[in-house]
Structures are given as C-alpha cells and as structure tokens.
T-cell receptor, first 112, second 115 residues
Framework: AQKITQTQPGMFVQEKEAVTLDCTYD???????LFWYKQPSSGEMIFLIY??????QNATEGRYSLNFQKARKSANLVISASQLGDSAMYFC?????????FGPGTRLSVLP | ETGVTQTPRHLVMGMTNKKSLKCEQH?????MYWYKQSAKKPLELMFV???????ENNSVPSRFSPECPNSSHLFLHLHTLQPEDSALYLC??????????????FGPGTRLLVL
C-alpha cells in the first residue's frame, strides 16, 4: 500500500534563507504523481507543485522546487528565499489509484 | 466566486442535531471529494464522487451522509454525531479521477465542533 513519510514534525528557518522539507514515499505502482500542499492556519490546502514519476526534470514553480530522487523514493520540497508568509503546515501527497494519500505534514516557522 | 467554496466556515452542533455542510466548485471539474482532518492525524479521505456518482466510501459511519446533486455541488449531511467527529472537513475537486497528474484543489474547510 502507498505510504508517505514526513520525518520533520516542525522546522524553523530564517527569513530569506532556503529550507528543505523532507518527503519519502513507498509504492509499487510504476506510474504515480507526487504533490506538495501548503496549509496556513486558515485551513485551506493550497496546491504548490507537482512531480510525475516519469518526469526527467525536477519540477519548479517560482520559489518552490521539488528535489525528486526516484531511486531513493524521496520528493523533498525546497523553498528558496523564505518569507514570513511561508509559515504554515506543508503536506506531501501521492496518487493512490484514483485518489490521494497524504503524509502527516511538517510545520514550518519562518523567523524574522 | 472562484475556486472551491465551503459553507459554513465554522459550525458548533450538539450530538442530537442535524446539519449539512456545503461545497461548491467553480472550476468546471467532474470529481469532488470529502476529507476529514483531525488534530495530529493525516487527512482521511471520506467520499469520492465522479460525474455525480459515488465511487468511494472509505468506511465512513452512516451518521455522515454525502449528496452530490451535480458536478458542481457536494453536501455532507450530519446527524447524531459524536464529539470525536469534531474536525476540519475539507472539500476538494479535480478535473477527473483518471491519471496520475490529476491535481486536487481544496476549499477553505468547515471547522466542526460537536458538543
């Protein structure tokens, strides 16, 4: 069965610095998708970035990039130039059949 | 209105009450989802609808009753809930179910407190 692990319950980063949030996954599917979502205290889950298992290049979206290492089954999110507004919960997710499975999340706090 | 909206944003109800949560998506999607997010637990998928038809019921107790009258609207009817049902209920939509590239877009959620 698919499973997502996020080993960092909480992370701190200084404003304007880069931070990496870890995500490892377990699946036997040959084809799958990996996603990162941001959840501020307001509750809404905001889609950040997507990586397909057959994509040759790492995905990037503005300040977000995904460090995809297929052999290691890891899909770490890198946020460059952190901003105070980046403080939130971050969830890694992957496709499971026609649905998603989510990791437990990492709480990121950006310090001024 | 854009994206996925949910009402009410906050709800307090007694265990004997009946209430409904509403979700509406303005993205032209065909699939809609209900998730439950409890404190210190991963998101739990509850129900999935595709073209108004329920495709998944993730062993959800019958005190939760979903309804999908069309591809844009999704309801979650609540009755005789328990205090452990207190959680954030999130609605999501996607273009369809098929394919690994299908991104789900979420609403702001309804924070439910059962007394």
């Amino acid at each position: 069965a698919q499973k997502i692990t996020q080993t960092q319950p909480g992370m701190f980063v200084q404003e304007k610095e880069a931070v990496t949030l870890d995500c490892t996954y377990d699946t036997s599917d040959p084809s799958y998708g990996l996603f990162w979502y941001k959840q501020p205290s307001s509750g809404e889950m905001i889609f950040l970035i997507y990586q397909g298992s057959y994509d040759q290049q790492n995905a990037t979206e503005g300040r977000y990039s995904l460090n995809f290492q297929k052999a290691r089954k890891s899909a770490n999110l890198v946020i460059s130039a952190s901003q105070l507004g980046d403080s939130a919960m971050y969830f890694c997710a992957m496709t499971r059949g026609q649905n998603f499975v989510f990791g437990p999340g990492t709480r990121l706090s950006v310090l001024p | 209105e854009t994206g996925v909206t949910q009402t009410p944003r906050h709800l307090v109800m007694g265990m004997t009450n009946k209430k409904s949560l509403k979700c509406e998506q303005h993205l032209g999607h065909n699939a809609m989802y209900w998730y439950k997010q409890s404190a210190k637990k991963p998101l739990e998928l509850m129900f999935v609808y595709n073209f108004k038809e329920q495709t998944e019921n993730n062993s959800v107790p019958s005190r939760f009753s979903p309804e999908c009258p069309n591809s844009s609207h999704l309801f979650l009817h609540l009755h005789t809930l328990q205090p452990e049902d207190s959680a954030l209920y999130l609605c999501a939509s996607s273009q369809g179910l098929a394919g690994v590239e299908e991104t789900q877009y979420f609403g702001p959620g309804t924070r439910l407190l059962v007394l």
